[in-house]
């Protein structure tokens, strides 16, 4: 039985966060000196990427007079408090990472320069995030089904349409298309997830099985997956009291079943995000 809740998963896509973006002063030679740029404040879905706040900027920018070549918009990347940010996660997963939230706006830096090739990937643009999109859909589909036929039998139109009502914010279109997706089966295999630390670690993924409803004491919780795939979190008494388990800003309990946080708080490229903040 699917556990969605559409009123849930509407309330996530509409999650917001305020950014203010500063230009690198030392790059002024690329944007110019003829005049002194304000910051520009913007609402960014959580569920979007920096390269497409990168496409609205450039339009903005050219509005507004700054003489920046087209190519100079192909390696912009952003940093935060000096960290760059990997400009192919989601917008929301980022900021649980990186920021406190109670400062707000999220202070960024955008740089047309010096791309960190080391922290970041290469080509930062809106088609290369598209690619890289598409593919994080397919792994989610194989972690589901045991094979990417779901995505790869998506018409031009339905994978057009997938993202671009990304790219605009329209979640009813995105939902027409997705729900072909993820839609509860009992087929499901495993869980997409993924968990994140915050002092530089790597990504934890793991194959994280979606129990059937009627199988009730095998469904997991967030905790029990923690506690199987990061022990040190936990002492005799029970979690780290120091660490939150974050996704979408929301800190959750540990006794949230992991099939309905799936259902109703992925993000919209079908992975559960799991951020362990520290408080």
């Not at 009123?7 to 790059?27: A, Q, R, Y």
């Not at 009627?214 to 199987?228: P, R, V």
């Not at 996704?247 to 946080?261: M, Q, R, S």
Request: proline share 6%; charged share 25%.
């Amino acid at each position: 039985m699917s556990l969605f809740d559409i009123d849930i998963s509407k309330s996530v896509w509409n999650g917001k966060i305020p950014i203010k973006i500063m230009l690198d002063p030392t790059e002024i030679d690329v944007y110019g000196h003829e005049k002194v740029w304000d910051p520009v404040y913007l609402e960014a879905s959580r569920c979007s990427y920096l390269p497409l706040i990168t496409k609205h900027l450039q339009q903005l920018f050219l509005e507004l007079g700054m003489q920046v070549p087209e190519e100079a918009f192909q390696s912009v990347w952003y940093d935060y408090n000096d960290k760059p940010l990997k400009w192919h996660y989601p917008i929301g997963l980022l900021f649980d990472m990186q920021s406190d939230s109670s400062v707000l706006p999220w202070l960024l830096t955008l740089h047309f320069k010096n791309l960190p090739t080391n922290d970041i990937l290469l080509k930062p643009t809106p088609e290369t995030m598209q690619d890289m999109f598409m593919s994080m859909m397919k792994e989610a589909d194989f972690l589901r089904y045991g094979n990417t036929k779901k995505v790869m039998n998506l018409s031009k139109h339905d994978s057009t349409q997938l993202w671009q009502s990304l790219v605009s914010g329209r979640f009813e279109e995105f939902r027409a298309v997705n729900k072909q997706l993820i839609e509860y089966s009992k087929q499901f295999r495993y869980i997409p997830l993924r968990i994140y630390l915050t002092e530089n670690c790597p990504v934890v993924q793991d194959l994280v099985p979606f129990n059937s409803d009627l199988d009730k004491e095998a469904i997991s919780t967030i905790g029990d997956i923690l506690q199987k795939l990061i022990p040190d979190l936990f002492t005799e008494n029970g979690m780290d009291s120091k660490v939150a388990i974050v996704i979408h800003g929301i800190e959750l309990p540990l006794d949230t079943p992991v099939n309905w946080a799936y259902e109703n708080l992925s993000f919209a490229d079908n992975f559960l995000h799991i951020v362990i903040a520290r408080k």
